[in-house]
């Protein structure tokens, strides 16, 4: 190990401990363990796994405040966001361990001609899966990949970011204590370079939440060693609000959607395309509940907004405000950081917004909430789509069948109408962007199948004689046997399609 990492909370610069800075042999050699663990592991039954992994949710609801503090010293977050951080690993656990038996059933194939044979798929384990996670939900998103990669049979190490390393040493003291083999669940701490040098380690599958820039470095690392990957890689969702869009409704959801941990979530509102018709009293309730919430110390208090995770957000943040200002936007409210101890910036609204402003067109990632009015609907598709993200998006509307119209239309991996972020919160459901938001998801059974092989089995119904027709040798004979047998199979009839028609 060459150096520590050194954790500061962004509430107030307070000294929260340190974490080692890896290197590559230390990550290696945290793999190996992992891989050693694996393979006992992977043998268990599926019905096994999940019993000792369901151990998580007592755990971590016998620790719920310790985890909950943590957090919210770390992040800065407010202590109901950090509870649903929480809640989230508890509730994926439930759902993944109850399911897991039927969802990594074996599938059976019914080939549709050599009848003889019997095919059906069955679920292996992958071995290693290498988990690399961001700052801004240090613990749920990580997490849940844990839960699907030990459920499945998998070691799994996470890397968390550099900002954040304690909550996931601290899930890892729990998970241990819960009776899971301690080297199965291993975590290597430190910057970009233990990230690097986890994909280098011989892991079988990497999972990746971040920024565009790190995912594509990612993934091309990922691709010259063959090893499938998850990106996920943020996003710039649109709330297109309707002309027939619920005023109070869309702007409690605009309010949530924009400044629940400050803006610094991958799904959060980060543009409004809002109807000219609904415009001025959308923005007239959005600015007013903006106001309303309560922002400070969210270790004392109970308060909507916390403090900024990444210092260097409220410069992005200040940075978008000076463009909008300059090509003619009005700040609502809000609008610059927050004096005295820590890294707080005001959650800002900004009006009058239009598409020559980079607030509309790059990720914000903190808390700003620009409005556009748009004439129409057809509009409001038409700037939501221009984006290179396309991670969610929502849909304001009375008309549910409207609605549905409109986000079967909308280029994203998620779609919500009439609610915000929730989405996320649902195990079943799969959780992933398109364009640069990446490829690939989190979440859901198909990502729990994911986390395996699929082997595919097949072996005789019925013994065929020695002398199979379709092996050795060959003879004119079974060439136009079977050339017969396969034109009166597929050939296209004219009598069957004049038959087809009358019919």
Known sequence: MNDHLLVRSPIDGTRLGEAPQMND?????????????????GELSVAARAERVARVIDAFLEHDEELVDLLVSETGKPKNEALSEVLFVVDACHYFTRHAARILADQSIELHHMKWLRSYVTHVPMGVIGVISPWNVPLAIPMGSVIEALVAGNAVVVKPSELTPLILLKAKEILDAAGLPPDL???????????AALIDAGVQKVIFTGGVSGGRRVGAACAERLIPCVLELGGKAPLIACSDCDIERTARAIVAGGFSNSGQLCISVERVLAHESVYPALVDRVVTLT?????????????DMGAITFAKQTEIAEAH???????GATVATGGKRVAGPGTFFEPTILTECTLDMSVMREEIFGPIVPIMKVRDEDEALRIANDSHLGLNAYVFSRDMTRARAIAARVEAGTV?????LFAYGAPEAPFGGIKDSGYGRVHSDDSLRAMCHARHINHPRIQLPERNPLMFPYSAATYHGFRTVFRAAFKRHRWLGRLADLL
Do not use: C, K
Not at 26 to 39: I, L, S, T
Not at 321 to 327: C, E, F, K, P, Q
């Open 25 to 41: 042999g230390d990550v290696r050699a945290a793999v190996e363990r992992a891989r050693r663990a694996q393979r006992p592991w």
């Open 185 to 195: 669940f291993q975590v290597v701490t430190g910057d970009a370079r233990t990230g």
């Open 291 to 303: 106001r309303e919430l309560r922002q400070g110390d969210p270790r004392s208090n109970y308060v």
């Open 321 to 327: 405000i000076r463009n909008a200002l300059a090509h």
């Open 416 to 420: 919500m109408i009439n609610e915000v």
